[in-house]
């Protein structure tokens, strides 16, 4: 697994992954290690098994008569006796005057039994050797042999072999065991690990959803109890959730200050304009005039780029757009305009209630002015939209605009025509405003004719 696998994975994810590579390794090397020294176990107890009957063997040659004469092989076990059973003894005489003299089991049934030294097989204290081959009958054989003194010249080589089928079926019953058991153990710790994740990670999940409420503005600050490893974290949090407040409440302050101190002059240069009637009077009206708009224009976009996404800011759609549709029908009462409203229950933006109000207002009073009769404002959330969005859209019945004038509209200071009040900056600051946000404004047809805008926004 790559570095970057890991990095996109939530803490929980490294958690329970590291710990159940873990767990498998170190139970997989605990198994493989307890059947090793089963298997050695297992293998000593049968050479021990098969030492008994090397020495009983040994015994028996321990008289004086002839190898032929000696009674050797009544060692009590009876598959020594049927022909090719896997349970073999041999005797075989290796000092010179033996000249390989050999005794056998029945069971050999005229084989013999190659000498472990010829295997390769390792001399113990004592000259003992055990090692595995296959039989005269392709049977897996353990075997162990001795080279005895018996002084006076007799030395023997005594050898017992017998199939490794019994060690092996008990190697394979001990590693089902020790397999079941150990995967019952993997579960069991899986488990165990996946309950410490769920309680050890539960103060950072209350944290995350503590942010959300401020983020969602349910909450102004981070609240509750966290463990001495989370709480200073908590804290950090809380004092840049306070620090940004602060510089949102400079930055508004500053604003204000700003636009008193430069609509004062502005309004004295009017109130001094209209007192002249003259050429050099109306030049300084209609420049005052664009200043003043240039003004709201620039402290309008300061206050929202200095607002937008700000933690906790959070205003319900319904009741800010109601809000407006009775102003407007108050000041377009003369025109008998029929405006009509259709906002999703709950629909909430993520942002300021004043900017809003300035692009709903923009777009619904543009339409008021150029709608024949009817103007139609509706907003609802958009489906399976990530981030979480809104459409807002306003159509009216006016004369509409074409692709080019569409374009045009959207432009700082563009007027399409003269004989509506204005400044031309509407459609502009709605566009720049939505663009704060992250979001987008759209001109196009409506259906009835007009111009339709459609305003997509943040929401929660």
Same mark, same amino acid.
Request: glycine share 10%; charged share 25%.
């Given at each position: 697994?790559?570095?970057?696998?890991?990095?996109?994975?939530?803490?929980?994810?490294?958690?329970?992954?590291?710990?159940?590579?873990?767990?498998?390794?170190?139970?997989?090397?605990?198994?493989?290690?307890?059947?090793?020294?089963?298997?050695?176990?297992?293998?000593?107890?049968?050479?021990?098994?098969?030492?008994?009957?090397?020495?009983?063997?040994?015994?028996?040659?321990?008289?004086?008569?002839?190898?032929?004469?000696?009674?050797?092989?009544?060692?009590?076990?009876?598959?020594?006796?049927?022909?090719?059973?896997?349970?073999?003894?041999?005797?075989?005489?290796?000092?010179?005057?033996?000249?390989?003299?050999?005794?056998?089991?029945?069971?050999?049934?005229?084989?013999?039994?190659?000498?472990?030294?010829?295997?390769?097989?390792?001399?113990?204290?004592?000259?003992?050797?055990?090692?595995?081959?296959?039989?005269?009958?392709?049977?897996?054989?353990?075997?162990?042999?001795?080279?005895?003194?018996?002084?006076?010249?007799?030395?023997?080589? #005594?050898?017992?072999?017998?199939?490794?089928?019994?060690?092996?079926?008990?190697?394979?019953?001990?590693?089902?065991? #020790?397999? $079941?058991?150990?995967?019952?153990?993997?579960?069991?710790?899986?488990?165990?690990?996946?309950?410490?994740?769920?309680?050890?990670?539960?103060?950072?999940?209350?944290?995350?959803?503590?942010?959300?409420?401020?983020?969602?503005?349910?909450?102004?600050?981070?609240?509750?109890?966290?463990?001495?490893?989370?709480?200073?974290?908590?804290?950090?949090?809380?004092?840049?959730?306070?620090?940004?407040?602060?510089?949102?409440?400079?930055?508004?302050?500053? #604003?204000?200050?700003?636009?008193?101190?430069?609509?004062?002059?502005?309004?004295?240069?009017?109130?001094?304009?209209?007192?002249?009637?003259?050429?050099?009077?109306?030049?300084?009206?209609?420049?005052?005039?664009?200043?003043?708009?240039? #003004?709201?224009?620039?402290?309008?976009? $300061?206050?929202?780029?200095?607002?937008?996404?700000?933690?906790?800011?959070?205003?319900?759609?319904?009741?800010?757009?109601?809000?407006?549709?009775?102003?407007?029908?108050?000041?377009?009462?003369?025109?008998?305009?029929?405006?009509?409203?259709?906002?999703?229950?709950?629909?909430?933006?993520?942002?300021?209630?004043?900017?809003?109000?300035?692009?709903?207002?923009?777009?619904?009073?543009?339409?008021?002015?150029?709608? $024949?009769?009817?103007?139609?404002?509706?907003?609802?959330?958009?489906?399976?939209?990530?981030?979480?969005?809104?459409?807002?859209?306003?159509?009216?019945?006016?004369?509409?605009?074409?692709?080019?004038?569409?374009?045009?509209?959207?432009?700082?200071?563009?007027?399409?025509?003269?004989?509506?009040?204005?400044?031309?900056?509407?459609?502009?600051?709605?566009?720049?405003?939505?663009?704060?946000?992250?979001?987008?404004?759209?001109?196009?047809? $409506?259906?009835?004719?007009?111009?339709?805008?459609?305003?997509?926004?943040?929401?929660?």
């Amino acid at each position: 697994m790559s570095a970057g696998f890991f990095e996109r994975r939530s803490i929980a994810a490294r958690l329970l992954i590291f710990g159940a590579l873990w767990t498998v390794l170190v139970l997989l090397l605990g198994g493989l290690a307890l059947s090793q020294v089963y298997r050695r176990t297992s293998e000593r107890a049968f050479d021990e098994r098969l030492q008994v009957y090397l020495t009983d063997i040994v015994a028996d040659l321990a008289g004086p008569e002839p190898l032929d004469d000696k009674a050797l092989g009544t060692l009590g076990e009876p598959r020594f006796d049927l022909p090719l059973s896997g349970w073999y003894w041999q005797v075989t005489r290796v000092d010179p005057e033996g000249k390989g003299e050999m005794r056998a089991s029945k069971s050999l049934f005229g084989s013999r039994l190659p000498p472990l030294a010829e295997l390769g097989a390792p001399a113990r204290e004592g000259g003992a050797r055990e090692a595995y081959y296959d039989g005269v009958d392709g049977r897996r054989l353990r075997a162990v042999e001795r080279v005895i003194d018996l002084g006076e010249g007799e030395r023997y080589l #005594v050898a017992v072999a017998a199939p490794a089928d019994a060690i092996e079926a008990d190697i394979r019953s001990f590693e089902f065991v #020790v397999a $079941a058991t150990f995967l019952t153990l993997a579960l069991v710790l899986g488990l165990t690990t996946l309950l410490q994740v769920r309680y050890g990670l539960r103060p950072l999940v209350r944290l995350r959803r503590a942010v959300g409420a401020v983020r969602l503005g349910e909450a102004e600050r981070i609240a509750g109890t966290f463990p001495h490893d989370i709480a200073p974290l908590a804290g950090e949090l809380n004092l840049l959730i306070d620090s940004n407040r602060e510089i949102l409440e400079r930055a508004r302050t500053q #604003v204000g200050n700003l636009a008193h101190a430069l609509k004062t002059p502005l309004s004295v240069i009017l109130n001094e304009a209209d007192v002249r009637d003259d050429a050099l009077a109306a030049k300084v009206r209609e420049q005052a005039l664009v200043m003043r708009d240039q #003004v709201n224009y620039y402290l309008e976009r $300061a206050r929202a780029a200095a607002l937008a996404g700000t933690l906790g800011t959070v205003t319900e759609v319904e009741p800010a757009v109601a809000g407006l549709v009775r102003a407007l029908e108050r000041i377009y009462e003369r025109r008998g305009l029929s405006l009509a409203l259709d906002v999703e229950p709950g629909l909430r933006f993520r942002g300021e209630r004043q900017d809003l109000e300035d692009m709903v207002g923009n777009l619904a009073d543009n339409a008021c002015k150029w709608a $024949a009769g009817r103007v139609r404002i509706g907003a609802s959330a958009v489906p399976d939209s990530e981030p979480p969005v809104m459409l807002i859209v306003v159509d009216d019945d006016g004369p509409g605009l074409g692709e080019a004038e569409r374009q045009a509209a959207v432009q700082r200071g563009r007027r399409l025509d003269e004989s509506k009040p204005g400044s031309g900056l509407g459609l502009a600051i709605v566009s720049e405003l939505a663009g704060l946000y992250g979001g987008a404004l759209e001109l196009g047809v $409506a259906s009835e004719g007009g111009l339709r805008a459609s305003l997509r926004l943040p929401r929660v």
